[in-house]
């Protein structure tokens, strides 16, 4: 019973990963609880789960229950949840599909994408702080250095466009020739 009650949550995670369906979801509204945390309003989504044998199902997660599996490092607080209108992929219970999982590592949802570019901000904060050094020394070869280190790791973010992505390579080559840059982002 202990066991349950402390490791509840996980367990019941891990069970629907392993034996759940996959499924489809969308929020389709919102509102906020009359419960607070940290100065922050806790909302509830509505959503509409599509199943696995073409049936629906509504119901509900708030943005600190969710259970959201799949959000890569860094951790986010609070765990990003879909928003209305966004599709997310679902595992779930069969003969509970209130029971289910948000899988934010799947690429096909709207969700799931955002969920990646999410993972780039690290990078992005990393190359604006570069940016900034570099633009108020360009002579500084440290400055430099780090300035081009950034660029490398935003052009491994896989959710830029193909216009952004040109545009960091060209910063990149600018940058590298000793070239003064007009930046835009």
Do not use: H
């Given at each position: 019973?202990?066991?349950?009650?402390?490791?509840?949550?996980?367990?019941?995670?891990?069970?629907?990963l392993?034996?759940?369906?996959?499924?489809?979801?969308?929020?389709v509204?919102?509102?906020?609880?009359?419960?607070?945390?940290?100065?922050r309003?806790?909302?509830?989504?509505?959503?509409?789960?599509?199943?696995?044998?073409?049936?629906t199902?509504?119901?509900?997660?708030?943005?600190?229950?969710?259970?959201?599996?799949?959000?890569?490092?860094?951790?986010?607080?609070?765990?990003?949840?879909?928003?209305?209108?966004?599709?997310?992929?679902?595992?779930?219970?069969?003969?509970?599909?209130?029971?289910?999982?948000?899988?934010?590592?799947?690429?096909?949802?709207?969700?799931?994408?955002?969920?990646?570019?999410?993972?780039?901000?690290?990078?992005?904060?990393?190359?604006?702080?570069?940016?900034?050094?570099?633009?108020?020394?360009?002579?500084?070869?440290?400055?430099?250095?780090?300035l081009?280190?950034?660029?490398?790791?935003?052009?491994?973010?896989?959710?830029?466009?193909?216009?952004?992505?040109?545009?960091?390579?060209?910063?990149?080559?600018?940058?590298?020739?000793?070239?003064?840059?007009?930046?835009?982002?």
């Amino acid at each position: 019973m202990l066991v349950v009650f402390f490791f509840g949550r996980s367990l019941s995670r891990a069970y629907v990963l392993q034996f759940g369906q996959e499924g489809s979801g969308e929020v389709v509204s919102f509102e906020p609880t009359l419960v607070s945390l940290n100065k922050r309003r806790v909302l509830a989504y509505r959503t509409v789960l599509q199943l696995r044998n073409g049936g629906t199902c509504l119901t509900s997660f708030d943005d600190q229950s969710a259970a959201v599996y799949g959000a890569q490092e860094p951790f986010w607080y609070p765990t990003p949840v879909p928003q209305v209108g966004e599709k997310f992929a679902v595992r779930y219970l069969p003969r509970l599909p209130e029971n289910f999982i948000i899988m934010a590592n799947d690429q096909r949802s709207s969700f799931g994408q955002r969920i990646r570019c999410l993972a780039c901000e690290p990078a992005l904060y990393k190359y604006r702080q570069a940016r900034q050094a570099y633009l108020v020394a360009p002579a500084n070869t440290d400055s430099r250095a780090q300035l081009l280190a950034a660029l490398d790791e935003v052009l491994t973010c896989t959710c830029l466009t193909l216009a952004e992505r040109q545009d960091y390579r060209r910063i990149r080559r600018q940058v590298a020739a000793g070239q003064p840059v007009a930046v835009a982002y």
